[in-house]
């Protein structure tokens, strides 16, 4: 679909295009190839709002990586962290050993992010890092290093691309910031 589809009428304004995405994604899978030469790599994507991220990225690594599925919840159906993260599905195989990519949609306060890189770091692989697509370095509160990251956004909330609010809007191809009277609606 193009901008001019009805659902864009919820945006306040588009943030990051399709074509810079697909930009950022094709720099950053060159960057992954030529870092994880020779390593057994395993990419993890983060569900549900990193799946179209990660489905893109993947294809633009040249190297015999595995992929893994891994669901938590930090939201519940609103805009802002509670701080409490819950694994809804674990990771099929195990990871010692391995070099572990982490693939996020979005660090905002950095809580679920943090709490995951606890959890695996304890399953004992060769090295783990995380590659997201968005930052929101305004936002953060706990102290985490992302080693990839495409775009640093200022303190919104946005929509598209994976991402969600309300379970909706993830297949917008865009990322754009949702307008206030959607959610304000809802809280009403
Ligand atoms: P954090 O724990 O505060 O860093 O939040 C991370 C998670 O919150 C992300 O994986 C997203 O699922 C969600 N999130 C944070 N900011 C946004 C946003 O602007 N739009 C949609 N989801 C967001």
């Known amino acids: 679909m193009d901008t001019t589809a009805k659902i864009y009428e919820d945006l306040d304004r588009i943030l990051v295009t399709r ?22 790599l395993v990419m993890v994507c983060i569900l549900k709002g990193a799946s179209l991220f ?27 962290s509670t701080g409490v993260v819950r694994i809804l599905k674990d990771l ?14 979005i660090v905002d306060s950095g809580k679920t992010l943090y709490y995951l890189m606890q959890v695996l770091s304890q399953r004992h692989p060769a090295s783990i890092s995380i590659a997201a697509l968005l930052d929101k ?17 200022p303190d919104a909330f946005v929509v598209g691309y994976g991402l969600d609010y309300d379970e909706k809007y993830r297949n917008l191809p865009d990322i754009g910031v949702l307008h206030p009277r959607i959610y304000q609606a809802d809280d009403a």
């Open 54 to 80: 990660f489905t893109d990225l993947i294809r633009e690594v040249d190297l015999p990586l595995s992929t893994e599925f891994m669901a938590v919840s930090s939201y519940g159906s609103g805009t802002s």
């Open 92 to 105: 099929d195989r195990n990871i010692e050993n391995r070099h572990v990519l982490i693939v996020e949609d």
């Open 137 to 153: 370095p305004a936002r953060r509160v706990v102290d985490l290093t992302t080693r990839y990251s495409c775009f640093n956004i």
């Open 19 to 40: 074509e810079e995405i697909r930009q950022a994604v094709e720099k950053l899978g060159r960057q992954i190839t030529e870092d994880y030469q020779g390593k057994d």
